[in-house]
Every structure is written in C-alpha cells, then in structure tokens.
C-alpha cells in the first residue's frame, strides 16, 4: 500500500507540474486550450484507433494530451463458492502525440495497470509520411495481429472484461519495438489499408510459464524484449484489411518466427521452433437497427519440443462476437447524445486442440463464456457498464467443467 501511495503521489505530482506549466504557458502566451474530440464509435480501419481519440490541444504547443481510464467492481462465485466483492482501478493510460515537422508524428501511450503495480510503455514510435500508400513507423509499435490489439481502449467497448481470444490467447495489447510501412488507398466506397513490420518477438516462456501451457501471453513479462531479440531472428507481423463504407471492415492478418534461443556464442542450443498466428477480425453495423456485430477469430500453430507432455498444445484457436443494440438514443439526463444499449458477447478459447496419443480421446484445456450486458453512455467517450459472465472451463483431461458467475459493474472514460 505505501509503495502504492508512493508511485500514485509521484504521477499526481508529474500530472500538476505539467498541466501548471501549459496553464502558465497558455496565460503568459495568450493560448487556449482546445479539445480535439474524436468518435470513438465510428472508426475508418481498425489501423487508425492509434490517432483516433480524443486530444487536449494548446494552440501554440506542439504536444497534445490524452487518456482514459477505468475501474469497476467485481463479484465472483466458482463452482458455488463466493469470492466476495472486490473493487479494482484496472487502469489509466496516458497518451501523448505530436507533429515534429511536415510529414513526421510521434506518438506514446503508457499505461498503469492494477493501481500501478504494472507499468508499461506500450506504445512510442515515429511516422513519416512519404505519401498516403507509404508511410514508415518505428520505435516500439503495436502489433497489428487481428483487431482487438490495435483497436483497445476501454472507453471503446460495452464490456470490463477483454476478449479472451484477445487477452489469454493472444497477448493483447501486444507491442515491441522494431520498424514497418503502412499505407492505405480509397477507391470508391472501398479503403484497404496494410501493414507490415519486423520486431523482437517472442521467447521460450510461451511454453516455460506458470500456466503450465502453451501460452503466448507469458512473453508480455519480458522486459528485455525492448532491448535486445531473444534469439537474433526478427518477428514478421503483417495485416491486409478492408473496408466498404455501408458493409463494414473484414481484416486478416498474420504474425510468425522463431521464438526460441536456437543458438548462443556460434553453438547450436535446439532446433529452430517457430510460432505461426493467423487471425481474421470484422466488424460491421446495420444501419436500419444500428446493431453492431464485432469479432474475430485466431488459429496458432506452435513447435513444441517433442519432450514437452501432451498437455503443452501445438495447435490452439479462440474467437469472439459481440453484439451491441442501442435501445434508446437521444437527450438523456441534460446529455444531449446519451444512449442505452444491450449487448452479448461469446468467448471461446481452445489451448490445445488435438487428441491423446494413447486414447485417441479429444484434450481439454477450453473455455467458453457468455456475458450479456447493458451500458449507458452519456456520450461516446464515457460509459457505465454492467456485465453478467458466466464461463465453463474443462481442464487438460476433459473433465466436468468448473462453472464459474461474476457480476461486474465498471465505467471508463476518456479525459
């Protein structure tokens, strides 16, 4: 707790001195503070989430300021047995961009999860822009495997929890540093955007972890990714996506390479093992209802050592679909632009897909979960959130699956 109140009292006092600095600046310079708002609804392509929020902007000051957070309660019962109520500050993220000269942006993003007990910087890299179909990034860049990475802030989505496709699949909000071109061409209704970058990439901890699996996630604990790659040999991200202005956006990507340390001093250590991920995430909305339907899809495939026991999975695969209705929009409350929306989502997550070698019988380690939810925005870029999950979880041995209820009322907000 002290460590806690130490870090929280040292960001308020960085927050003060900057926003005393700009209000000083702004006086002394006859500047005004303006806010550069976005839609955080209504999205050109996924690619562009980065850009698209809301900024605080000085008309004399190159930077502009931003950044959500969200906290919510939560009360879980698994397999009848109650944990309680618990109250959690999930997360605060700052974000920070800037034109440097004519056709050159930087922009960052650090986040503080869990009341600071992690702190990342998931995003800092500068664009140029030679033109619209060729832009170059580099720096520490966000991945741009499925949508959900590319597309997550809190203030965006009806529900508290992330997809599990996203988050115990995938690593979500998964970003390291390294170098790429973007670009992207209209042609009528159409916008087709790409992507393609080389990275540091992943290491042994996908299947020398805690979670006693194969899983992708445990290489987000590796700090030294910012620094140097595990093995020498670069992590190729690359993502096609495409976008009819009254149908909705289809997008496919894929991310692969060596994740092991193969080699060392000139010395051959293993085999080289490889990770291959292709995912397909769309979105669309149907303009007569307003219905919006968000999802997507992953399939791994990974090289795992022979003496490794069949409960690390070489195969794996997950997905998720939301579903967002608005009931009522319009003035609510003094909001001008309020809405009241119901929503669903399904999760689905298989860590090994296969069977056993002896018995030919189907191998566990799946999760499905349905969590039905209603919202309340008092505009796009706030929303109060209530969720109801309810998840069957099988272990590696396909046994009955434990059934696991949380409520879960939360809020996130842009500022």
Known sequence: MIKFLSILYKISAIWVCLWWGVASYAQSEGTFITR????????????DATYDRPFLALDKMPVALGGYFEANSIHSSENGISEGLSFQA????????????????FISELEFEDGAK?????????????????????GIVVNPIAGFNQNHDGPKWEFVERPDVSSNLLPATWSTVGFGIYGKIFQGPWTIGYEAYLTNGFDDSIIDNQESRTFLPATKANEDRFEESNNGKPLFTGKMAFKHRKIGEIGISYMGGAYNKFAEDGVSLDAKRKVHVIALDFNTKIKKTGTSIIGEIAFINIDVPETYTQQYGNKQKGFFVDVVQPLKKGKMFDWDNASFNLACRLDYVDWNVGKFNETQTDIGDQIIAITP????????????RLNYRYQWQKDVLNNPASRKASWMFGFSSYF
């Open 36 to 47: 550069v708002d976005r839609d955080t609804i209504v999205q050109q392509l996924n690619m």
């Open 90 to 105: 999930r997360r605060l993220t700052i974000f920070m961009s800037t034109t440097i000269s004519h056709r050159i942006k």
């Open 118 to 138: 992690e702190i990342a910087v998931e995003l800092a890299s500068v664009d140029v822009a030679f033109n619209q179909l060729l832009n170059v990034r580099g």
């Open 373 to 384: 939810a209603i919202s309340f925005r008092p505009s796009n870029q706030t929303v109060f």
